[in-house]
């Protein structure tokens, strides 16, 4: 029947056959194979709630935010005001924007460290080492160095 419906074109029942499939292959504990159902529906035009709702969990679960969103996205603009499950979806929806734009950042900690330390060349031995950015004048020597000199003088 699936094959049928794709043959001919026909989404919506594709849409719902797939979106059917992928909720029985859940129950039966198959969460992969449901995933896959559930994408074939979703691409398809599907805007089931519960497909939407149990699909985008599951993509929410391994990281994939942008097709999470989309996921949801679709849902919510057919079903604008039903109760809670578009509320939770909602919900989800902006938690899901809001890491995918996290994630598009690239490696914000690696920018912020290199702002604040800078690696400088010690005039005694060559060494390069780093110090924070802060405050004070360049030293000329590394601390090793640094403190040879003090334990001389
Ligand atoms: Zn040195």
Not at 128 to 145: A, D, E, N, V
């Amino acid at each position: 029947m699936l094959e049928i419906a794709e043959s001919q074109g026909d989404m919506a029942t594709v849409a719902a056959l797939t979106g059917h499939a992928g909720m029985t292959a859940a129950e039966a504990g198959d969460l992969d194979g449901a995933a896959r159902y559930w994408r074939r529906a979703i691409a398809a035009g599907s805007t089931d709630e519960k497909v939407a709702d149990r699909f985008s969990v599951w993509l929410a679960n391994r990281h994939e935010y942008p097709e999470a969103a989309h996921v949801l996205r679709q849902a919510l603009i057919a079903n604008p005001d039903s109760g809670n499950i578009s509320e939770r979806m909602r919900r989800r929806l902006t938690r899901c924007e809001r890491m995918q734009a996290a994630l598009r950042r690239p490696f914000p900690d690696v920018a912020a460290a290199h702002r604040e330390f800078e690696t400088l060349a010690c005039s005694e031995c060559g060494q390069t080492f780093q110090r924070s950015r802060i405050r004070g004048r360049k030293p000329l020597r590394c601390p090793s160095c640094a403190a040879g000199h003090l334990a001389i003088q």
